[in-house]
């Protein structure tokens, strides 16, 4: 760590449905962060620079059929190959801003209501080996809002009745964890000012020394 930058960085997921603003926000968070001095970094899961992750855009691109169990696992696996990259730039004071995490894995794979495999399943394959995000940000809009936004409907799970799924587990996971949750029908400037001012307050914690939870463990 440099100087000015004692302590360790702070660890921001940034979830919702396609197209509720994540990306931008996220993107937004880490400018306004730098611009107050913070050395902030913008990730993305899942990493589709990685072989893990051509394979999973190939099956998001629909080129390629894989089986629900698979496909989990290899998002999953897409983000414990980039673990330790994690963990030593949270260590070193950097915080990571991240548009998805381990909480977009077990609301897509639990939409899908595949035989077997529930959220205990979901939390049992990487709960224990991954951090906890210091906060997720739970972007709140409906679903035909979002679907009127460009591009949807190029990737494979872009599908209204699908998107209806991926919202409901998103709400259940958020009650049960606690997630910060945010009105993604607001202006982005308005949205954007809301979490900054929650996200400074959040770096400054871990700043002080709050501790890296394991994700579900
Ligand atoms: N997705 C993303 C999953 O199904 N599981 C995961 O673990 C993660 C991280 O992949 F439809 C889905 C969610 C979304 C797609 O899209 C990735 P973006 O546009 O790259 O976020």
């Given at each position: 760590a440099?100087?000015?930058?004692?302590?360790?960085?702070?660890?921001?997921?940034?979830?919702?449905?396609?197209?509720?603003?994540?990306?931008t926000q996220?993107?937004?968070?880490?400018?306004?962060?730098?611009e107050?001095?913070?050395?902030?970094?913008?990730w993305?899961?899942?990493?589709r620079?990685t072989g893990?992750?051509?394979?999973?855009?190939?099956y998001?691109a629909?080129?390629q059929d894989?089986e629900?169990?698979?496909?989990?696992?290899?998002?999953?696996?897409n983000?414990l190959?980039?673990?330790q990259e994690?963990m030593?730039?949270l260590?070193?004071?950097?915080?990571v801003v991240?548009?998805?995490?381990?909480?977009s894995?077990?609301?897509?794979?639990m939409a899908?209501?595949t035989p077997?495999?529930?959220l205990?399943?979901?939390m049992?394959?990487?709960?224990?080996?991954l951090?906890?995000?210091?906060?997720?940000?739970?972007l709140?809009?409906?679903?035909?809002?979002?679907?009127?936004?460009g591009?949807?409907?190029d990737?494979?799970?872009e599908?209204?009745?699908?998107?209806?799924?991926?919202?409901?587990?998103?709400?259940?996971?958020s009650?049960?964890?606690?997630?910060?949750?945010l009105d993604?029908t607001?202006?982005?400037?308005?949205?954007?000012?809301?979490i900054?001012?929650?996200?400074m307050?959040v770096?400054?914690?871990?700043?002080?020394?709050?501790?890296?939870?394991?994700?579900?463990?």
């Amino acid at each position: 760590a440099g100087a000015g930058n004692e302590g360790r960085g702070a660890f921001i997921v940034f979830e919702g449905c396609d197209r509720s603003g994540k990306t931008t926000q996220s993107k937004k968070l880490v400018a306004a962060l730098r611009e107050k001095g913070v050395d902030a970094e913008w990730w993305r899961f899942p990493d589709r620079t990685t072989g893990v992750g051509r394979l999973i855009d190939s099956y998001l691109a629909g080129k390629q059929d894989t089986e629900d169990d698979v496909i989990h696992l290899l998002f999953a696996a897409n983000r414990l190959e980039k673990k330790q990259e994690l963990m030593s730039k949270l260590e070193g004071g950097t915080t990571v801003v991240l548009d998805r995490y381990a909480q977009s894995g077990a609301a897509f794979t639990m939409a899908k209501a595949t035989p077997g495999l529930d959220l205990a399943w979901c939390m049992g394959v990487e709960g224990s080996r991954l951090p906890a995000p210091d906060v997720v940000y739970f972007l709140k809009a409906p679903v035909e809002m979002a679907a009127e936004r460009g591009g949807f409907g190029d990737e494979r799970y872009e599908v209204l009745e699908f998107q209806r799924k991926v919202a409901d587990c998103y709400m259940n996971l958020s009650k049960m964890e606690g997630w910060r949750e945010l009105d993604a029908t607001q202006t982005i400037d308005a949205l954007h000012l809301e979490i900054c001012k929650d996200a400074m307050k959040v770096v400054e914690a871990c700043k002080a020394g709050r501790p890296i939870d394991l994700l579900w463990a």
